[in-house]
């Protein structure tokens, strides 16, 4: 392993990492970059070697995370350095593109509660119960903030109910949004990987072209049972059933981008327009509902017209 290796990705790995502290706005989605280099090196010099890697970048984030005050970027980093080694050997095995997303999500996932669970335990509490405190945390600075300010009492009490009440649901849903995070992270990192490997001259998986990717079709009938029993349960069943609503909906959302990708293939759009289409889809939420329902009745109308007439 030459020196400039070493540099390129704990240098690389350990930039992204904090980014994701210390530039605002667009920090964390730089941050959720971190497994690239990872990935990239461990597909150049082999697995012992990327292992290598990530140890020495462990100790480079542990060092700076001292320094900075930040211990948990410690952790973030040695799970998205995992990550990147993981990623690198299911390319080598030659997964499907969905295969490799779903497995990439189950180990971010385990390696996830297990730094989540460790974070509980040096705070001597659940890891429910840190999450809850955290939010209650910023709900409590918010509600300061607004009182600095002037803010009436009736309005300060309407807005600790409203505070209250999206701590409750987002304790209720935590799961299903951390699998969604888990996979844009996942899906990130493999669709960047490929023009990064096409720079370093390494080989990437022969996977589907992205704009012909489409949701599994057994898939609609998760949605139509979720949504059933959103509408006729209570309790917790009804929130299992909102969990698993939320999870299918951004499958399909993936199912509505690989639709955009494929008609700006098709016409040949430049990358800067490209980049300002995707940037328009996350900021906007209701773009996210369009392309969630595009996949959807993408099994019926095929608006690319890449199925088999049998199949639609």
């Known amino acids: 392993m030459e020196m400039r290796d070493v540099l390129g990705c704990v240098g690389s790995a350990t930039f992204l990492l904090l980014a994701s502290s210390w530039i605002p706005i667009a920090g964390p989605i730089i941050g959720l970059l971190t497994p690239l280099p990872f990935l990239y090196y461990s597909t150049k010099l082999g697995f012992s070697e990327g292992a290598k890697l990530v140890g020495m970048a462990v100790l480079a984030f542990g060092l700076l995370s001292i320094m900075a005050g930040r211990p948990h970027n410690l952790l973030l980093g040695t799970e998205l350095g995992l990550l990147g080694l993981a990623l690198s050997q299911l390319f080598r095995r030659g997964f499907s593109l969905g295969q490799t997303i779903v497995l990439g999500m189950l180990i971010m996932l385990f390696l996830g509660f297990v730094v989540l669970f460790f974070i ?27 009182e600095d300010m002037g803010m009436p009492p009736e309005k300060m009490a309407e807005f600790q ?17 951390m699998v969604v995070g888990v996979g844009f992270a996942v ?126």
């Open 120 to 146: 509980a335990l040096s705070r001597q509490m659940g890891p429910l119960e840190m999450i809850l405190q955290y939010l209650q945390s910023h709900l409590k600075a918010a509600l300061k903030a607004y």
């Open 187 to 312: 899906w990130l990192n493999v669709i960047l990987a490929r023009p990064l490997f096409r720079i370093g001259d390494l080989p990437y998986p022969h996977f589907v072209n992205l704009g012909r990717w489409q949701a599994p079709d057994g898939l609609v009938w998760g949605l139509i049972g979720s949504g059933f029993l959103i509408l006729l349960t209570s309790g917790d069943i009804r929130w299992i059933a909102i969990n698993a609503m939320i999870i299918i909906m951004a499958a399909y959302v993936f199912h509505g981008m690989s639709i955009v990708a494929f008609f700006l293939n098709k016409y040949h759009v430049s990358t800067w327009i490209r980049a300002g289409i995707y940037f328009l889809i996350f900021i906007q939420q209701v773009l996210l509902v369009v392309l969630a329902l595009a996949g959807v009745f993408d099994q019926w109308i095929d608006f690319r017209k890449i199925r088999p007439k049998s199949a639609i």
């Open 161 to 177: 109910a409203y505070g209250n009440r999206f701590v409750y649901t987002i304790s209720k849903i935590y799961l299903s949004l």
